[in-house]
């Protein structure tokens, strides 16, 4: 049995963007049923959950008493278990697993800089003066990703657990200019959004804060 | 064989702190020889470097024939096929894989932030004040993180891949107040650092700089 914890409750702006996403998203490509525990602020610091998961995030995840922490992990594990999310052959399973840490450690820290400037503290003075080199430092590299997404459907040759992450990751760009003047990246973020298991995830993921 | 890539010529510095020596201390450890490419930005910008790394960064690394690219997926590559690095066993496996991922996206982004305000542009008007913000953002990690280096010697049981992945992020703190603050994190920076296999790794990274 697998099972994920989610978040309690959740500020409307960050529902749909929360981490568990992307494992309900993983976990419903490769059709694995599981059960969400929903945890408050308060119970992710209690002892409990921090010897599950040591940052007191969302989500943990446990599969037959092995437990994991950090999406990325989580999702290179369920790939690890259904072959669909991550492919045998060696130069293709290569690659994927060097998107899923692309997108982790060189997309998403970017995006994640040019939130905080754009939309969590845009008001904020340090944030006003940052805001051009924020913009410039994501610019460079989703154009680089822009220019390998060129007449590529996915980031390898079939849908995989990268784009599942690189997808989570640039979802947060929003409704900004940043993410419309580079049109492959829409397209392809549309392109992995309209997948079913996207879907289903987003809609049990939402279901508990209707 | 294994090839990888590393900057042809590096700021002073820069020297000893770069992405290569994640991924030469990972084959150290694992006792795999290696060759090393020289690359100037130049070549990096180049169509055929590009194909190897889309992100035109350091290291590239290819085992024959196969290309990966990303420090996090090196490493977790090299420890796939050693062993040394990532247990068998099932939940020693799931923890290393995820405080892989851990080092790369919760620990990295904040480290970096600190860095950027603290070493890269301390000058500039926007970092200073930004400056409490990022070492507050650091902190809130750091200190979850020497909670769990509390009583124990490495991230799980025995060194692992994980290891090389969080002291490669943790030593960019440098000598900074926040960073000797955490005598937790720096003991086991430092008990990782000691380790023989990182010390032979510097030693071939510098020798490309002296």
């Known amino acids: 049995m697998i099972r994920i914890s989610a978040f309690k409750s959740l500020d409307p702006m960050a529902q749909g963007f929360t981490r568990d996403v992307s494992v309900r998203w993983a976990l419903e490509e490769s059709e694995l049923s599981y059960e969400t525990v929903l945890v408050s602020a308060e119970e992710r610091k209690s002892e409990s959950y921090i010897q599950k998961h040591p940052f007191s995030q969302i989500p943990a995840y446990e599969d037959n008493g092995i437990n994991f922490f950090e999406s990325g992990a989580i999702v290179l594990h369920i790939a690890e278990k259904s072959v669909l999310l991550l492919p045998k052959e060696s130069q293709a399973r290569a690659s994927v697993q060097s998107w899923m840490f692309a997108a982790m450690n060189t997309i998403?820290?970017?995006?994640?800089?040019?939130?905080?400037?754009?939309?969590?503290?845009?008001?904020?003075?340090?944030?006003?003066?940052?805001?051009?080199?924020?913009?410039?430092?994501?610019?460079?590299?989703?154009?680089?990703?822009?220019?390998?997404?060129?007449?590529?459907?996915?980031?390898?040759?079939?849908?995989?657990?990268?784009?599942?992450?690189?997808?989570?990751?640039?979802?947060?760009?929003?409704?900004?200019?940043?993410?419309?003047?580079?049109?492959?990246?829409?397209?392809?973020?549309?392109?992995?959004?309209?997948?079913?298991?996207?879907?289903?995830?987003?809609a049990k993921h939402m279901a508990s804060y209707s």
Not at 126 to 152: C, T
Not at 159 to 182: E, H, K, Q, W, Y
Request: hydrophobic share 45%; net charge negative.
């Open 108 to 202: 998403d820290p970017v995006v994640k800089n040019f939130e905080q400037v754009e939309y969590f503290t845009p008001d904020e003075e340090w944030a006003r003066l940052r805001k051009a080199g924020a913009i410039e430092a994501a610019q460079r590299r989703l154009s680089q990703l822009a220019n390998h997404l060129q007449n590529r459907e996915y980031l390898v040759d079939q849908f995989s657990a990268a784009d599942i992450l690189m997808t989570m990751s640039l979802r947060n760009l929003g409704p900004s200019d940043l993410f419309m003047m580079l049109p492959a990246i829409v397209t392809y973020v549309q392109r992995c959004e309209a997948r079913p298991a996207f879907q289903k995830a987003m």
